[in-house]
């Protein structure tokens, strides 16, 4: 599943983003203005990290084998 883009401003403030660019609806509404007048709408583009954690299966298995034996 692919989540459309979010701006940093929705993200924070738990707004719902129709992710329009250069500037969202919400973005254009905001008075928060950059110094050329124009809202300030930044796209956070880096991924979240799923999964476990590196090593975590290797201490479940070491549990494991400590449990069973």
Known sequence: LTQPCQTDGCRVRKRKCDGL???CTNCIKSVVRGSDGNPVCTYHTEA????PR???KDKMLQRLERLES
């Open 54 to 56: 590196p090593g975590y």
């Open 48 to 51: 979240k990290k799923r999964g």
């Open 21 to 23: 660019q250069p500037f």
